[in-house]
C-alpha cells in the first residue's frame, strides 16, 4: 500500500547521508535511510500496536496534556522490544555503530501535535551519549537552535518518511530542539528517539 508520497523517491542512494556543519556537536542525516516498503509496514505495525498513552505535565500551577502521544520500551520501566522495534535498533546500530537500550517513540496525530523547544535530560550517568532519531509518516520540521550562540542561526531539517537522524553527544548540552505546531494539512508521524542509559546507576 502506498501510504506516503511516490516510491520512486526511495531511490538506490538511500544510505547517503547529510553532515551539518555545526559547532559544539555532530549532526548527520540519512534521508532515505529505510525503503519505501520498510517504512510504509514499520508505519502501520507501530500505529496499530503500540500501546500509545497520553502523558501529563505541569505547567506553572496547571496539568496539562502532552500535544503528542508516546510509549517506551527498554531499561527497568520500559515495555519488553518487539520484534519490529529490535529489527529497526538493529539496522540503525549497524550503521552508525552506536549501541542502545531504549527507544520513546512520539506519535504526532497531526498538525496541532508538537513538543516545544527543548534538549534531552541529561541521562543517570551524568552525561550525553548520542541519540537515533527514526521518522515514518508524513514530513514535519524539525528545528535547531544554539543554547548560547546568538550568532548561530536558528535552523530547521525536514524529516521525512524513512529518515535517520543521528545527533552527537554534546548535542543536547549546546543545543535545542522542537517540532512546531503547523496549520497545513498533515497526516500521522511517528518519530522514534533510541537513547543509551545507565540503568544500574538509575537505580541506585
Known amino acids: 500500500m502506498n501510504l506516503f508520497g511516490d516510491a520512486a523517491f526511495f531511490d538506490p542512494g538511500r544510505k547517503q547521508y547529510k553532515d551539518f556543519e555545526l559547532p559544539d556537536t555532530e549532526l548527520r542525516l540519512w534521508q532515505q535511510f529505510f525503503s519505501k ?12 500496536n503500540s500501546p500509545w498513552q497520553q502523558r501529563k505535565r505541569k505547567m506553572y500551577d496547571k496539568t496539562v496534556l502532552d500535544p503528542r502521544l508516546t510509549a517506551y520500551y527498554g531499561g527497568p520501566n520500559g515495555l519488553e522490544w518487539t520484534p519490529e522495534l ?3 535498533k538493529a539496522k540503525v546500530e549497524a550503521e552508525c555503530g ?6 520513546l517513540l512520539n506519535y504526532y496525530r497531526d498538525g496541532s501535535d ?3 523547544w527543548h534538549s534531552d535530560t541529561l541521562p543517570a550517568d551524568g ?12 514530513t514535519r520540521l524539525f528545528k535547531v537552535r544554539h543554547k548560547f550562540r546568538k550568532d548561530i542561526t536558528q535552523f530547521e531539517i525536514p524529516l521525512t518518511h524513512g529518515s535517520f537522524l543521528l545527533m552527537g553527544e554534546t548535542m543536547q548540552d549546546f543545543y535545542e ?3 512546531p505546531k503547523t496549520a497545513r494539512p498533515v497526516g500521522p508521524r511517528i518519530n522514534l528517539t533510541f537513547r ?9
Do not use: P
Open 37 to 48: 516498503e520498510e517504512s510504509d509496514h514499520y508505519f502501520g505495525h507501530l500505529l496499530a
Open 98 to 103: 552506536h549501541i542502545f537500550n531504549r527507544v
Open 127 to 138: 552525561k550525553h551519549h548520542h541519540i537515533a532519531s527514526v521518522t515514518f509518516g508524513d
Open 114 to 116: 508538537s513538543v516545544s
Open 196 to 204: 543509551i542509559s545507565d540503568f544500574k546507576k538509575s537505580n541506585n
Open 177 to 179: 530542539h522542537h517540532v
Open 86 to 88: 529490535l529489527a529497526i
